[in-house]
């Protein structure tokens, strides 16, 4: 199989939160990472993570497109 596409998160305030989930029967949280303000995390999906949530203020670059996730206000 072809290497997955890697997903870019800028973090736009402290404290983000990417959170990796497992892939399977059950989807559960197995890693999460914390960026601040302007820090970039760069993630592929993989055989263990079907999905990522992202938690807090960030822009979000994929080959589906930019996304902004938004902070509490
Ligand atoms: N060990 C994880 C994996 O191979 C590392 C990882 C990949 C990850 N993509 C992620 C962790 C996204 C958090 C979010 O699947």
Do not use: C
């Not at 990522?52 to 080959?63: D, T």
């Amino acid at each position: 199989m072809s290497q997955p596409d890697f997903i870019m998160i800028k973090a736009q305030e402290d404290g983000v939160n990417v959170i990796g989930l497992t892939r399977g029967n059950d989807t559960k949280f197995h890693h999460t990472e914390k960026l601040d303000r302007g820090e970039v995390m760069i993630a592929q999906f993989t055989e263990h993570t079907s999905a990522m949530k992202i938690r807090g203020k960030a822009e979000i670059y994929s080959a589906h497109g930019i996304v902004y996730s938004e902070g509490k206000e």
